[in-house]
């Protein structure tokens, strides 16, 4: 893999800024990790998917209610990983580690593998954004064209019509091939991944075999194949279309930027710079977005912050902005989630053009 370096002698932004965040801390005399709003939406979101899961596959349900619980499920099954597991898995759920490593897996409940998803997001995607060579996260291609200077094939001329499917099949993909490929080639894209412990390897393995007895083997017991295949489908369209929804609306949008890399490069930028520019804030003043998502519409402050519960992006993000007028850095947000979907459409429509020189 090619080794990235930033330029941190370049200016003091990300030490005025470190700087800055610190004492609103230690004025306000709160922690930097989560509190009652982040505990209080654990109880209720997990609450709440697991009650949706015993009705779906307790009770009597008609078609139509049973379709909709399903697609609820799924989307409040998404909203756990933003809330929840993104926090814990980033160390700032909790200052307790051993909280944060057990809510931490419930990325695996979900499917998913939290060793996995630490390399693959906290290390790689939060220290190379958007370069393309090494973030995971916009190394879609031939299926997506997601930067500039990826491989351009006839069929992404129509990817901004087709991304939607892709995305609605994500989370499905994302349990039974993504992570498996990952395992089996112990490599995150162009990254290797640290040396798996046997406890990792026995966690991934049972957290696999606990998720088709939950997610399949229980439910067609009570309801039967058809049944469980309708809602199953249901569910992981809504999960999959929810979570790359909200995850690119954060860097694959217009004024985003991005870095090419296939060799050793210094990206002439402090590493905190890189962090704003290449990143997007959507709908900052909506607290049911905001609520629903983790904080991750204000991604800007996630990435700058990863070790900072979410519930306090809003208020440091005044101060982000501030700075960021002062130093000329660009800081941009969309007004609304749909705003921020439409920039998404743009940009890869952009991107689905045949650029004028193709990449061999």
């Known amino acids: 893999m090619p080794k990235v370096t930033f330029n941190n002698k370049k200016g003091n932004f990300h030490h005025t800024l470190k700087n800055a965040v610190e004492q609103y801390f230690l004025e306000k005399n709160i922690s930097k990790t989560g509190d009652w709003r982040l505990y209080s939406k654990t109880i209720i979101l997990i609450g709440s998917a697991l009650g949706m899961y015993l009705s779906l596959i ?6 139509w209610l049973g379709v909709v619980l399903s697609g ?16 814990a898995n980033h160390g700032s759920y909790s200052k307790n580690k051993t909280i944060n490593d057990l809510l931490g897996l419930t990325l695996n409940a979900l499917g998913g593998n939290a060793f996995l998803w630490k390399t693959k997001h906290n290390i790689i995607h939060h220290t190379y954004t ?5 973030d995971d996260d916009i190394a879609k291609s031939p299926l997506m064209r997601m930067a500039p200077t990826q491989v351009w094939v006839p069929a992404h001329k129509f990817q901004h019509i087709y991304v939607f499917l892709l995305y609605a099949i994500s989370s499905f993909a994302w349990v039974f091939i993504m992570d498996l490929n990952k395992y089996f080639k112990q490599k995150v894209y162009t990254t290797p991944l640290p040396k798996m412990s046997f406890g990792e390897h026995f966690i ?3 957290s696999k075999v606990f998720y088709v007895i939950f997610y399949i083997a229980i439910p067609v017991h009570f309801v039967g194949w058809a049944t469980w295949g309708v809602g199953f489908a ?3 369209v809504m999960m999959g279309l929810t979570l790359s929804v909200v995850f690119q609306l954060a860097h694959v949008v217009e004024h985003t930027e991005f870095e090419y890399v296939e060799e050793d490069k210094l990206v002439d930028s402090e590493w905190a710079v890189h962090q704003i ?3 997007a804030n959507f709908a900052p003043g909506n607290k049911i977005v905001s609520w629903f ?3 991750l519409n204000y991604q800007i402050e996630h990435h700058l912050f990863p070790r900072v519960s979410h519930v306090h992006y809003p208020a440091i993000s005044k101060i982000v ?4 007028q002062e130093y000329g850095v660009r800081y941009y947000e969309a007004p609304s989630v749909w705003s921020a979907i439409v920039s998404h459409v743009k940009v890869m429509k952009e991107f689905g053009k045949r650029p004028v020189l193709v990449n061999s």
């Open 58 to 63: 307790l009770m009597p349900l008609p078609a």
């Open 72 to 87: 609820l499920l799924g989307f409040v099954l998404a909203t756990i990983g933003f809330n929840v597991m993104h926090d």
């Open 130 to 134: 958007n370069v393309d060579g090494l």
């Open 204 to 206: 991934f393995w049972m």
């Open 234 to 236: 249901v569910m992981h």
């Open 277 to 279: 520019v290449t990143t």
């Open 293 to 295: 998502a983790g904080g």
């Open 321 to 324: 902005k501030e700075l960021c």
